[in-house]
């Protein structure tokens, strides 16, 4: 989620030259460990790792900052996606050609684009390598590299993708199946999972699942299906108030939900998904399937494992309130590799990064970081091809609502919120760095109401 194409390594930060020449640095009032300028890009002021929503907002917020001369962003990919559409590409309502720009076309103007790929990060030396041992070094560094994807840790895929009847809206690769798996449906068991892990968009497993009833009732082929939702946890949704909602809806739609089930294989040449029982451990259920939506399980980049920035399951160890890091204070994180207590949205990043952009403002100018991110998140529960209930809550798990309404009820309003209005605010506001989320607009709203 180039300027660039050879970086020479920066000799600026070897081993031991704070010992040989202490004066050569000020270190402020947070200990960063800043070092002397290198080399034209070798060194960056502030440099960026990812460019996804994280990484593409917080550059055009730092270019604003220091200069774009100054700010680098290191991603591999050649095409941006908004993969919030997916849900909706997955259920035929959107084409998936118009959930993807060019790279180059949402990097901020003036930013170094290195189309490179992170290899290890050292933030004692305030340098991170590239591949070919390419290394940079930073005075800021903010990490953006959202979250890896594990269909290999489900037995018999990704090959089983080659298969017809099973898609999953989570990668650019497999979207366009689950469109094909729906509209080829005839009659049987139709299977959407979620897993034993982290997930970015917790709602999306369920999305997708009531865009094929409403599909399957509108074609006619609904008294032919039998809905099951397979889900590893043990409550359809994090916060009661759209918990019961979305119960009322499961309810009058028919559909069956086994909790504390996790898929750990799937024959497909046979059609049939393999569950764990995770409160019988060792216990497995087959299901034969005519549609399986599979809801990968997630984790922490690679390169995060074992990192010196990440807790000990592999995540970036940030302050919750701040996000900066607890060890390295010239080292902040957003968004889905984060060990931030939240959901993994994008909403939830445009939140972080009016935060984050608060706080790197201050650290630079060696004073406390003082704006608190309350952990804000939202999940426009896609219910229908019409409908939206639309879920805003905070890190107590309790709802944080913008507008002056039940946002757990379905509303049409919310479905052109999610489906038309928000792609623009992406592309037009959210990675030019001019929204931090809904914040503002709640405040009003509120205030209106007094």
């Known amino acids: ?4 194409g050879v970086v020479s390594s920066c000799s600026c930060l070897r081993p031991g030259v704070w010992l040989l ?3 050569m640095q000020k270190i402020s009032s947070f200990g960063l460990h800043t070092a002397a300028r290198c080399a034209a890009k070798d060194y960056y002021e502030v440099l960026v790792l990812g460019g996804g929503t994280g990484g593409i907002t917080m550059s055009a917020r730092m270019k604003r900052k220091v200069g774009a001369g100054n700010v680098a962003v290191v991603e591999p990919s050649k095409t941006h996606y908004y993969q919030p559409l997916w849900t909706l590409v997955g259920g035929g309502a959107k084409q998936l050609a118009t959930s993807a720009r060019p790279t180059g076309s949402v990097m901020p103007k003036g ?8 290899t290890a990060l050292d933030p004692d030396k305030n340098c991170v390598w590239l591949e070919n041992d390419i290394k940079i070094s930073y005075k800021y560094l903010i990490i953006a590299l959202g979250i890896s994807l594990h269909y290999e840790k489900i037995r018999g895929l990704p090959e089983g993708f080659q298969h017809p009847k099973i898609g999953s809206n989570y990668s650019v690769h497999t979207v366009e199946k689950t469109w094909k798996a729906l509209q080829d449906f005839k009659e049987g068991n139709a299977i959407f999972t979620f897993p034993n892990t982290p997930v970015k968009c917790a709602g999306a497993p369920q999305k997708i699942m009531y865009l094929s009833e409403a599909y399957w009732r509108k074609t006619g ?5 039998n809905i099951m939702f397979n889900t590893s946890l043990g409550v359809i949704f994090g916060v009661k108030k759209y918990a019961d909602a979305l119960l009322e809806i499961i309810k009058e739609r028919n559909i069956a939900v086994n909790y504390r089930r996790n898929l750990v294989e799937v024959r497909a040449d046979k059609q049939e998904a393999v569950f764990e029982n995770l409160d019988k451990p060792g216990v497995t259920e087959v299901h034969q399937y005519e549609m399986l939506h599979v809801t990968p399980p997630m984790g922490p980049p690679d390169v995060l494992i ?7 399951i592999g995540w970036v160890d940030v302050d919750k309130e701040t996000l900066q890091h607890k060890k390295y204070p010239n080292v902040f994180g957003i968004g889905d590799c984060t060990n931030l207590p939240t959901s993994k949205t994008a909403a939830a990043v445009a939140a972080q990064s009016g935060v984050l952009d608060k706080t790197i403002s201050l650290v630079m100018k060696n004073q406390l970081p003082s704006k608190k991110y309350d952990g804000y998140t939202s999940c426009p529960l896609v219910t229908g091809y019409n409908k939206v209930i639309l879920a805003e809550f905070d890190y107590n798990a309790q709802p944080l609502e913008t507008f002056p309404i039940d946002q757990s009820k379905e509303r049409v309003t919310m479905y052109h919120m999610k489906a038309d209005m928000m792609p623009l605010l992406y592309w037009n506001a959210l990675l030019k760095g001019y929204w931090g989320g809904p914040a ?10 007094k």
């Open 306 to 312: 074992n990192s010196p920035v990440s807790d000990e």
């Open 21 to 23: 020449k202490p004066g």
């Open 1 to 4: 989620m180039s300027a660039i």
């Open 440 to 449: 503002p607009v709640r405040k009003l709203m509120h205030l209106g109401l």
């Open 111 to 118: 930013v170094e684009w290195i189309k490179s790929r992170v």
């Open 221 to 225: 082929k609904r008294s032919k299906a």
